[in-house]
């Protein structure tokens, strides 16, 4: 989200000094000479300008944000009228959520995205769900609310300070869609536009899209990824890791093997990908390291876990470790596994327990703590049995 932020400054910082030269040359073009055009120059109210400048970023900064409401709710609308189901609605690091029959606003973050709209998807066959219009939803109204507001700017008689914020949302708007719209990846994130042709050139993609958003929506009702269909999570023939909808899909079936304790299965698979050569995007890599660590720590492979929790690794895991329990998890883990903490790892369950309700994915959280307590426990059996070896 800092990239768009500065992409949109940037254009923001040209389109004054386009605004300026274009300026400088209608006036030249008008017969002033270099005198006439530094004496207009210098009669500028700086302090009208200054106005005009903090006006100008104030109201870019606004129309950012609202933008990207809008933009998420182009998915929402587009969502559910092809028959998807509201899941999430998230802008920064807020979310909306209905559960247990009530809406209620929760914490989470997700590197490299301002703002996410999950649904589930329709409970048709599979080639019959469409794809194309929610993902080109969030497109549709940034250029839709562009529109409007350059309607309203030229009919009605609005003071300059409403045209000008007008204009921004404009502006902001027909951005919003050209960066969405026009297929590209952004910090190796796939937008829309991008999306919309990966789904439409791989079939499969298609199948992994669905699956994640189906396995999400039951997590966020508090289900858990191992008691549901096995036959969901299943894979044919090689990898592609740089296709970001098939490793994510990949990462949520490792996640399903760590929630079942086949530890050894989930090594071997995060180890396949991390030699791959296939270039993961970094978010991802970010993620399957975590797991990496967390995996090794409890095969034993301490040493190995160390080659992968760098400072990368570190930095990303107490970053997201307020929103996300499975970074707790994973600094439970590293205190009790390399550090021989238990003490804080204990502290780290409770905490956890304690605040089961804060966390988004409900079912997830339950996984987390569930994996902590054996943890816990295995190194509890652990150290009583050296112990009885130490007496015997």
Known sequence: MKKVFRLLLGLLIGAGIGLLIGT?????AGGLSFGDICKGLAAIDLGEMLLVCVASFVFASIAVVLQIILHEAGHLVMGLLTGYGFVSFRIFNLTLLRQDGKFRIKRFALAGTGGQCLMSPPDKPLADIDTRWYNLGGVMMNLLTAIICIVCAVVFDVNAW????????AFIGICFALLNGIPMKMAGIGNDGYNILNLEREPDNKRYLCNMLAVNAFLQKGEH???????????????????????NWRIMCITRLIAEHRWQEAYNAMREALSSG?????????ELKCEMVFTCLVLGKTDEARTFFDDDVRKYAARYSST??????????????????????????????????????????DMDISLTEYLLLHNEMNAVENGECENA
């Open 24 to 28: 400088v040359i209608g006036m030249i």
């Open 162 to 169: 409403v045209s000008m914020f007008l204009f921004m949302m």
């Open 225 to 247: 990824i191992e008691d549901m269909p096995a036959e969901w999570f299943g894979f044919d023939g090689a990898i592609d890791w740089s296709n970001g909808l098939e490793a």
């Open 278 to 286: 296939k270039e993961i995007m970094k978010t991802l890599l970010l």
């Open 324 to 365: 996300q329990s499975s970074k707790k998890r994973l600094m439970a883990a590293w205190s009790l596994g390399a550090e021989n903490d238990s003490a804080t790892a204990e502290d780290i369950l409770s905490y956890m327990q304690t605040h089961l309700d804060d966390y988004l994915i409900r079912g997830e959280v």
